[in-house]
């Protein structure tokens, strides 16, 4: 049954995705008014969302089998250039600190840049404007190699922390439009499919 819900959730997201480009490219020939682009943003979010849920149910198939060698610090080099454009256009800047050199690991690289990009994503949308995103790698023996996503914004109470990487389900609701809370649970997803541990501070 939860096979059958997957595989018509990734249905549905791929059958959208075409309609939902022809949408853009129609809008992005519009004229500049506030309208058009509070219809573009609401379009772009859906596209996100969409997104989303194909990556989620792509990832439903991770397997030891396809971890491979993997550079964490190379990682974060390409989130922080994939993301860098957004981070600035919200008015905040990406930095990577941390580990000079390979810090290797095994793992799926597609899901793992996955997980990466989407905790950046969720930094850039609840930091404080003017702040600088943090992705520091690090390479320490105890208790091992890590990836970490700093962001400068409102804390989130200890109460609440576990619960924002279940599906569906937001700590923040000033996002109230911008995401369903399915980006964190990819990551835990992620996490899991490579029995590593993620955290909160």
Do not use: G
């Given at each position: 049954?939860?096979?059958?819900?997957?595989?018509f959730s990734a249905n549905v997201a791929h059958e959208l995705r075409t309609p939902l480009a022809v949408l853009r490219t129609r809008l992005d020939s519009m004229d500049d008014t506030p309208e058009h682009r509070a219809m573009r943003e609401e379009v772009s979010g859906m596209a996100r969302l969409l997104d989303q849920m194909l990556t989620a149910a792509r990832l439903e198939k991770i397997s030891a089998e396809t971890f491979r060698p993997l550079d964490l610090r190379d990682v974060g080099v390409r989130a922080a250039a994939a993301l860098g454009h957004l981070a600035v256009a919200e008015g905040r800047l990406v930095e990577l600190i941390g580990h000079d050199g390979p810090v290797t690991v095994d793992g799926n690289v597609d899901a793992v840049d996955q997980a990466v990009r989407?905790?950046?994503?969720?930094?850039?949308?609840?930091?404080s404007r003017g702040t600088t995103i943090t992705i520091d790698v690090d390479d320490s023996p105890s208790p091992g190699p890590s990836l970490g996503v700093i962001n400068r914004g409102a804390t989130i109470s200890p109460e609440v922390r576990p619960l924002i990487f279940e599906r569906f389900q937001r700590a923040d609701r000033r996002g109230e439009g911008r995401g369903l809370g399915i980006g964190l649970s990819i990551v835990k997803q992620v996490a899991d499919a490579h029995n590593a541990k993620i955290v909160v501070e």
């Open positions: 049954s939860e096979k059958r819900h997957r595989d989407n905790l950046i994503e969720n930094a850039i949308k609840y930091s």
